[in-house]
């Protein structure tokens, strides 16, 4: 498990304002991750993830040894749903799922979290479902799409969302990934 201070070494600019947001408890209810593969979008998601649920931070820090950092690194916590490319694209139906699941209160915190990796493959039917539920968002709810390419995700999403982007891992770095 890492600390945020771990991870500000690939992407420093990006950590620091999650960090500044955290602090001030004044997280976005989305954010779309903009970067090449390998720049640590979904390493950074779940870190955010566990920041958000995690009852025993300090500041921005998550203890990484409760239940939920621990249930949230082992990808089983019931709160965070993740929503990846079913064969080609994600799917209206996964979306409509997602959305039934936020009807519920969260299971551990009454907080939810929700992370969509390759936003960019939604179908359109999908992106549209996604837009009504980011336009009214249940509280306390956090989003991060992920994506290689931001242009491919609708403008609509991409304007309901804080937009980070993820730089290019310096070469020593990927080497060492």
């Not at 694209?89 to 939810?112: M, P």
């Not at 336009?135 to 491919?152: D, N, Y």
């Not at 995700?153 to 991409?158: A, S």
Request: net charge positive; proline share 5%; charged share 30%.
């Amino acid at each position: 498990m890492e600390t945020w201070n771990e991870l500000k070494d690939s992407q420093p600019k990006v950590v620091q304002l999650l960090q500044r947001s955290l602090e001030k408890d004044r997280l976005a209810h989305a954010y779309l991750f903009e970067g090449s593969k390998g720049t640590g979008k979904k390493q950074i998601a779940f870190q955010l993830a566990k920041s958000f649920l995690c009852k025993n931070n300090e500041g921005a820090e998550p203890c990484l040894v409760c239940i939920d950092c621990k249930r949230i690194e082992h990808r089983n916590h019931p709160d965070v749903h993740i929503i990846e490319p079913d064969g080609l694209s994600i799917k209206k139906q996964q979306v409509e799922h997602l959305q039934k699941e936020f009807t519920y209160r969260g299971v551990e915190s009454g907080k939810k979290v929700y992370l969509v990796d390759q936003a960019d493959k939604m179908s359109a039917s999908a992106a549209n479902s996604l837009l009504k539920f980011l336009e009214e968002p249940t509280a306390p709810t956090l989003a991060v799409l992920m994506t290689e390419r931001a242009s491919s995700v609708l403008p609509t999403i991409q304007s309901r969302s804080q937009q980070l982007s993820f730089s290019p891992l310096p070469r020593e770095k990927f080497i060492e990934r």
